[in-house]
Structure formats: structure tokens, C-alpha cells
């Protein structure tokens, strides 16, 4: 295995592949309804990558140094036959871990498959308890019932569980105490996310942002909380754990306290563009490059050559006008 390192020598260590750009939730700060109406066209089926072309970019990954895979969307479990995706990815040589983020509503029925076929975790997407609350933030009529039957599937599956909250001012910081007493009572490591500005359509400002220093204050109500050490190089959360107990929350601190300085991770979008940023402007399209029929060879040298020359730290550069001009990717298409 080779490792290939960026300008700033950040390794390339995480992959986030998205294999489906539809969701059927509308969350404010992903997939606006006002954006992504009825008539908005997603893409069509052979646009997306095959499993056959993920499972080849996958192997070309891990020989540069590749070793967690994370499946995202959209919505990843619209997408028919995702146990046999993971059952695939899960005997390359060199991947260690494979996980999968979800808003949970379909794992009811696919959690004990997901996991047979070698998934590890899952990372459920809760923005809050309340009821009309969750439907305000996720924009249907799903009920946070729907979400916590499918987190006990997943529990009861064998799957480890991640819970992630993005939090907006005025909006759900109400509910933050609430989770966290919900996820501490069952032992569920919980992830708060500040509302970032990705994508074009989702209307942020830094007003809107509930910060990691309000976070904390919030979550030491329940009870006092010491800083736990990173687990690796490019974790994204700093992480805290209730005093004398190992449940943990952590805080993905993306606008008041940024983590471009370790980050090792790579997103490929569900038409297979390659992006080395969540906050780019444009891909690399690898599609395009496996269907001409090159060879892995060839592939691995684009790979290479793309994160070799990567310069990103767009949330340490952030400012007032870069948010307003930079024409950034949606999440829904690059992956959260």
C-alpha cells in the first residue's frame, strides 16, 4: 500500500461515497423544499455509479492509503440492494472500517441485512425529539418515532449507533438538552453539528449558528463533561464525555472552531466526481475516466495526482464574502 499525502502533507485516509443524490426528507440545511420541489430532477440511473465501478474506485483507493468507507446520499438506503454493496466493499484488503449514514427511517427493515453484509455503524441523522419540531427540520410529516424505531433496529441488529444533530438558532437549539438526556440514558454517543454554510441553497448566516461554546454550556446542565484525546488523525469532532461514565458527545465545530489542519478525507458524489473538499466549487469526474475503459493503473494515477495537489482549507479561510460568492456543491450531491 502507498500513501499518498496533499500540500499540506494531510494523508489520504477516509473516503465518503455518495450512491444516491434523492432523500426522502427535505432538511432546511441540505435539501431545501423550495429548492428541491416535486419537479426537481434527480439523477437517472445511469448516471449514478454501478456497484461494480464503486467496488473498482474503492480498490484503487485503498492502495493509496484508504482505510474507512463511509456510505452517504441523499438518502443511501433509497438505493435497491445496498447489503450487497457492503457485503463487496467490506472483503477489500485494506478497508477496516465501513459505515453508513442515515436519516433511519429505512433501517427498521434493513438494519440486521446491513449488518450481515458487513456493515459496522450507522449515523443517524435526529435534529430533534419534539415532533413538530423534527418535521420542521426535516420538512415531511416523519415523526422522531419513526427515527428511534429504527435506531433500536440498529441496536438490536449489533450495529454501533452515532446519533447526529446539526443545530440552528431559533429553530431546534431547544432540543439539545432533550437528546442528550436521551442519548445518555441509552448509552449513545451523540454528535453535534453547527449549521454550516455547504451548498448554495440553504440560506446560512452566522446568525443562525449555534456554537461549540454554547453547545457545551447547554450539555453541562446535565452533567459536568471532560474533554476526551482524538481517537486518529482527521477525527472532525472534539469530543467530551459525562464525568465518571464513558458515554460520550462530540461537536463538529465546522465555523467557530475549524479542523482543516487534519483533514484526510475524500468524497466521491453519486454520478462519481471526485471532491476533496465538502465546500468545493467542482469535481474530477471519475465516471468518465473508468467508462472509457482505462486501466486501474491509470486510475490510481488520477487519484493520486488529485490529492497530491490539494490546497483546501475552506473553513479556516471563511469569510462574509467568500460564503456569498464561492458557488459551493449542495450537500444532498457531494455527501454530508
Known amino acids: 500500500m502507498k500513501h499518498v499525502s496533499d500540500k499540506y502533507l494531510r494523508p489520504l485516509q477516509d473516503l465518503r461515497i455518495s ?3 434523492k432523500c426522502n426528507f427535505r432538511c432546511s440545511y ?29 480498490r484503487q483507493f485503498t492502495k493509496l492509503g484508504v482505510k474507512k468507507i463511509r456510505l452517504t446520499g441523499g438518502e443511501p438506503l433509497l438505493r435497491k ?6 457485503k463487496r466493499l467490506s472483503v477489500i484488503n485494506g478497508i477496516e472500517d465501513i459505515a453508513l449514514t442515515t436519516n433511519g427511517v429505512h433501517l427498521v427493515k434493513q438494519a440486521r441485512l446491513l449488518k450481515e453484509a458487513g456493515l459496522m455503524r450507522v449515523n443517524v441523522s435526529l435534529d430533534a425529539l419534539t415532533t413538530e419540531i423534527f418535521q420542521k427540520m426535516n420538512g ?3 415523526t422522531s418515532a419513526v427515527v428511534l424505531k429504527g435506531i433500536d433496529a440498529a441496536l438490536e441488529a449489533g450495529l454501533q449507533v452515532k446519533i447526529n444533530m446539526v443545530v440552528k438558532k431559533g429553530v431546534n437549539e431547544g432540543e439539545v438538552v432533550r437528546l442528550a438526556r436521551y442519548c445518555k440514558d441509552r448509552d449513545i454517543p451523540l454528535r453535534f453539528i453547527e449549521f454550516m454554510d455547504v451548498g448554495q441553497t440553504n440560506g446560512w448566516d ?12 447547554k450539555v453541562s446542565t446535565i452533567a ?7 481517537d486518529y488523525l482527521g477525527e472532525v469532532a472534539t469530543r467530551y464525555r459525562y464525568k465518571g461514565t464513558d458515554t460520550e458527545i462530540g461537536i463538529i465545530s465546522s465555523v467557530s472552531d475549524t479542523f482543516c489542519g487534519n483533514c484526510t478525507r475524500a468524497r466521491i458524489s453519486a454520478d462519481g466526481k471526485l471532491y476533496t473538499c465538502l465546500f468545493a466549487e467542482s469535481g474530477y469526474d471519475l465516471r468518465s475516466l473508468i467508462r472509457t475503459g482505462v486501466s486501474d493503473r491509470e486510475i490510481e494515477s488520477r487519484i493520486t495526482e488529485i490529492w497530491q495537489s490539494r490546497t483546501d482549507k475552506y473553513s479556516e479561510d471563511r469569510t462574509e464574502e467568500t460564503v456569498k460568492n464561492r458557488k459551493k456543491i449542495e450537500m444532498s450531491y457531494i455527501g454530508g
Open 224 to 230: 459536568p463533561l471532560e474533554e476526551v484525546e482524538r
Open 140 to 142: 415531511r410529516k416523519v
Open 19 to 21: 450512491i444516491m443524490d
Open 206 to 217: 452566522f446568525s443562525q449558528v449555534v456554537t461549540k461554546k454554547e453547545l457545551l454550556e
Open 81 to 86: 440492494d445496498v447489503p450487497e454493496l457492503i
Open 30 to 58: 441540505c435539501m431545501p423544499q423550495e429548492v428541491f420541489g416535486e419537479d426537481y430532477v434527480f439523477m437517472r440511473e445511469e448516471e449514478l455509479l454501478s456497484f461494480d465501478e464503486i467496488e473498482r474506485l474503492v
